[in-house]
């Protein structure tokens, strides 16, 4: 079965981000969560600048912005998304502090030892995750805080299925004991670790997907790229259903320490 279905990788890009534009979110995630992750952080003033890297349209941003008091630039390859991301940023009138850009994960625009926060919520997949932790270490100053969520394994071994589609997906998905281990071995302190509840997929990326699919299937009606990503996308859907015990997100707050 698992041949059958194209990665999300497999597809053109532009075509992925203009399915994820008609989505608040664009992984799974929730304001609550958001909030959790950010009740680990206590080094957060009026002076602080926040890095959300990954940030899609700002879902998680927004609410970032509305329980903090720093500067927070949102950054993400897609002009899109960064187009969406400003026009929500207005319609809070959050746009004095709160200012996407398009750039690249693996270039970022960010001085050394800079920032006070960076985060990232399941993004970090787009160069791997220990490449991210170590590469975006350089920005954050001493006592500055990263807070990720990411892919992780819940257990040791897994039916056949899914540990294919994730091996073709992204190999470096690993277990939680693992990537703590990777996040200390790059120089922070892991602070808090936490699994995203299952409604985080299925009320807040699941749903919200039935409106998009009607969106894009209407637009591309009769186009067989279109439809082989709308397939792709139901089968993710119909694993996480059928295995949910096994992986998940999971977020990661670590600070950063001398070495
Ligand atoms: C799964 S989405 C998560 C978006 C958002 N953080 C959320 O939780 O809704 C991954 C995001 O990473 C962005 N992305 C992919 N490659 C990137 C890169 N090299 N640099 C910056 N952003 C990238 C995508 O455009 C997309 O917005």
């Not at 053109?12 to 979110?25: A, D």
């Not at 490449?131 to 039916?159: H, Q, V």
């Amino acid at each position: 079965m698992s041949n059958k279905y194209k990665t999300i990788h497999e597809f053109e890009f532009n075509l992925i981000c203009e399915y994820f534009s008609n989505m608040e979110r664009q992984g799974p995630g929730s304001p609550e969560v958001t909030l959790k992750a950010l009740s680990f952080i206590d080094n957060l003033t009026d002076q602080s600048l926040i890095a959300d890297i990954g940030c899609g349209t700002g879902g998680q941003t927004m609410i970032l912005a509305q329980h903090t008091l720093g500067q927070i630039t949102g950054l993400d390859l897609f002009p899109g998304f960064i187009n969406i991301f400003n026009h929500n940023a207005r319609k809070l009138r959050l746009q004095n502090r709160v200012k996407g850009i398009v750039g690249s994960m693996d270039n970022l625009p960010f001085q050394k030892e800079e920032l006070d926060l960076i985060w990232s919520e399941g993004a970090i997949y787009n160069i791997g995750f220990e490449r991210g932790l170590n590469e975006w270490r350089k920005y954050l100053k001493t006592g500055g805080y990263i807070a990720i969520s990411e892919s992780s394994w819940f257990t040791d071994k897994r039916p056949a299925e899914i540990n294919d589609f994730w091996m073709n997906a992204y190999p470096e998905i690993d277990t939680i004991p693992h990537q703590v281990a990777k996040i200390h071995n790059a120089g922070y302190l892991p602070v808090a670790t936490f699994i995203l509840p299952t409604t985080c997929w299925t009320k807040h990326y699941f749903a919200p997907k039935v409106i998009a699919n009607d969106i894009f299937l209407d637009k591309y009606a009769g186009n067989k790229t279109a439809e082989k990503f709308i397939a792709s996308q139901c089968y993710e859907e119909e694993l996480y259903r059928m295995y949910k015990e096994f992986y998940g997100y999971v977020f990661f707050i670590a600070k950063k320490i001398e070495l």
